[in-house]
């Protein structure tokens, strides 16, 4: 059976492949009742096409959320909360990030703390501020789900190569969240999942990379509508097949 939700955030969802799930969700046939487009600047330069988008799209809220602040993930839940009234937020999706080059011996303990920070604390912070309307205290009747965007070099066994030490160990910190999760939220009927977008062209990604952000989140949403509680505690590529953690 499908996973359906009526309701879900997004946490960088300015431009990139976060902005690619905000746009993929508005235009779906079913498209969910809420969406909330989350962004460190609602007003800034890079939301402009967001802005643009819930302009025109009722069920599309923007929210602002800075994920390497817990006091602004914290100030999002508010607003989130006020829209979904006695309703449960059906699914989060962690996909703000940022990436640092980082060799062995040019790596920084700044540039360590800072990768940390947006790509593992922010999503364990979005993750404890949004607990409640996840799992509505316990008391949630279908399925729930937490994406977090990751990446094959987070992967021990996948990937085999040196380098991007900021990066990579945040994403395998990242994954190694996802599995804790999946053990702690299943008894409140919340799965946790993580996803390899593939090589996007973004801002983050290399502009050569093989896929566009239409394609990456076209696929993701099939595999995200694809969840079940069979799914809890995978690591998927972005076409579905499943990564080795
Ligand atoms: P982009 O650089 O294109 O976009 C990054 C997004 O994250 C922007 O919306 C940016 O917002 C937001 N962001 C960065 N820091 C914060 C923060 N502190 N708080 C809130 N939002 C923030 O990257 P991608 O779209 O390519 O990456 C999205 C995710 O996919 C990341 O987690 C990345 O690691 C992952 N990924 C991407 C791959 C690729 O090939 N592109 C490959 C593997 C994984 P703002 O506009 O404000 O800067």
């Not at 079913?30 to 967001?50: E, N, V, W, Y």
Request: aromatic content about 6%; overall charge positive.
């Amino acid at each position: 059976m499908a996973f359906t939700f009526q309701s879900v955030l997004i946490t960088g969802a300015s431009r990139g492949i976060g902005l690619g799930f905000v746009e993929r969700l508005a235009a779906a046939s079913h498209s969910p009742k809420h969406i909330f487009a989350t962004c460190r600047s609602p007003q800034g330069d890079t939301a402009k096409t967001l802005r643009e988008l819930a302009a025109t799209r009722k069920n599309v809220t923007i929210i602002k959320l800075d994920a390497s602040e817990k006091q602004s993930i914290e100030d999002s839940v508010a607003s989130v909360r006020e829209k979904l009234g006695d309703e449960r937020l059906d699914l989060i999706i962690n996909n703000a990030g940022i990436g640092a080059p980082g060799k062995l011996l040019q790596t920084t303990n700044e540039d360590m703390i800072r990768v940390y920070h947006t790509n593992v604390i922010g999503p364990l912070n979005v993750v404890q501020a949004y607990h409640s309307l996840i799992t509505k205290e316990g008391k949630s009747k279908g399925l729930a789900a937490i994406v977090n965007i990751s990446s094959v070099v987070g992967s021990c066994k996948e990937t085999f190569a040196g380098g991007l030490y900021p990066y990579a160990l945040s994403k395998a910190a990242l994954n190694r969240m996802t599995t804790a999760l999946s053990h702690d939220l299943i008894d409140d009927n919340v799965i946790a999942v993580s996803i390899h977008p593939g090589r996007v062209r973004t801002d983050l990604g290399s502009r050569k990379s093989p896929l566009s952000v239409e394609e990456s989140t076209t696929e993701m949403m099939q595999v995200i509508r694809s969840l079940d509680k069979s799914k809890n505690g995978t690591f998927y590529n972005y076409n579905g097949d499943v990564i080795a953690w």
